[in-house]
């Protein structure tokens, strides 16, 4: 079964930086792009940016350009996310989401890792 | 403020319909885009609910239901369950001078009363 697998919550000081991993199985992982949403507590879901594992070409929301860097290892099945000068407003949970395709269309993100909490404080 | 506008909330009675809205724009629902929403239970990651507009997922109950019209999409809930309560969101593609870019509702709370 199609399974992504975050690493563990992190506590990051501001201007640091902090690197997420997502672990793909059950499926071929460079056959689906990789997208990256974060949630701020009680609040709403915010696209990060998209990365293609077999390409490595990635797209990033305009709000996080400059700060952030979408790389993966095809080895090991995993999509890395890195968010840099991070401040208090980027503590968030942090999801990793696979893009599902129904032809050639997008078919949402269809499957999603478990969240992993970044807490950023001095 | 989210690119795409929902209800903050809405809620029914067990058994009833409810009905969750999602306006964008030209530059997303109108342009053509498709329309997909999540149920996001609480504390846990969201679950695809409908995609493409009108789709449902294997396993995703028939009383789901998704349309999209214009620069507007919907969300239908008949036989509204306990287990439904939860926070749901739509999400299109938007392509603006800004550049193109996933963007999401604000997000609904369903509640059944």
């Known amino acids: 079964q199609v399974q992504l697998v975050q690493s563990g919550a992190e506590v990051k000081k501001p201007g640091a930086s902090v690197k997420v991993s997502c672990k793909a199985s059950?499926?071929?992982?460079?056959?689906?792009?990789i997208n990256w949403v974060r949630q701020a507590t009680g609040q709403g879901l915010e696209w990060m940016g998209w990365?293609?594992?077999?390409?490595?070409?990635?797209g990033y929301a305009q709000k996080f350009q400059g700060r952030v860097t979408m790389t993966r290892n095809t080895s090991i099945s995993t999509a890395y996310m890195e968010l840099s000068s991070l401040r208090s407003e980027d503590t968030a949970v942090y999801y990793c989401a696979r893009e599902g395709r129904d032809g050639y269309n997008s078919a949402g993100f269809d499957y999603w890792g478990q969240g992993t909490l970044v807490t950023v404080s001095s | 403020q989210s690119v795409l506008t929902q209800p903050p909330s809405v809620s029914g009675a067990p058994g009833q319909r409810v009905t969750i809205s999602c306006t964008g724009s030209?530059?997303?629902?109108?342009?053509?885009?498709?329309v997909h929403w999540y149920q996001q239970l609480p504390g846990t990651a969201p679950k695809l609910l409908i995609y493409?507009?009108?789709n449902r997922p294997s396993g995703v109950p028939d009383r789901f239901s998704g349309s999209k019209s214009g620069t507007s999409a919907s969300l239908a809930i008949t036989g509204l369950q306990a287990e439904d309560e939860a926070d749901y969101y739509c999400?299109?593609?938007?392509?603006?001078?800004?550049?193109?870019?996933?963007?999401f509702g604000g997000g609904t709370k369903l509640t059944v009363l």
């Open positions: 990365m293609n594992p077999n390409s490595g070409n990635t």
């Open positions: 059950g499926y071929t992982f460079t056959s689906y792009d």
């Open positions: 493409g507009n009108s």
């Open positions: 999400q299109s593609y938007d392509s603006s001078l800004s550049g193109s870019n996933w963007v």
């Open positions: 030209s530059s997303n629902i109108g342009a053509g885009y498709d």
